[in-house]
């Protein structure tokens, strides 16, 4: 059966089993259609951590290319919140200091 990819569903799924698999696969809903499932994850409750937090799910030997992704992600999140949501600011600010903190050294 066909399951509508759309903000909410991109939810469950970062939580899963496979979130880097769900960010390939919202990546590849952005570059391909114009449904604006950035605006929709974010009022749907998404949030950067969100995406922050799929990093802790990698494993430690994973290769950087896998990082690239959430990368992109969590920068079209941000410069979202940035440029229309500024409500979402504090949340965007949190994620990113929980990134440097946990992920710099």
Known sequence: S??????????KLIKGDNPLGAVRQLLAVVKNTSNDIIFDFLNSGGSALDVVLVLDKLET????HNYQPVFTVLTLIINRIRDEIPRLQPSADEACRRLLHNYTS
């Open 2 to 11: 066909f399951v509508k990819f759309d903000g909410s569903h991109f939810r």
């Open 61 to 64: 030997n994973t290769f950087f």
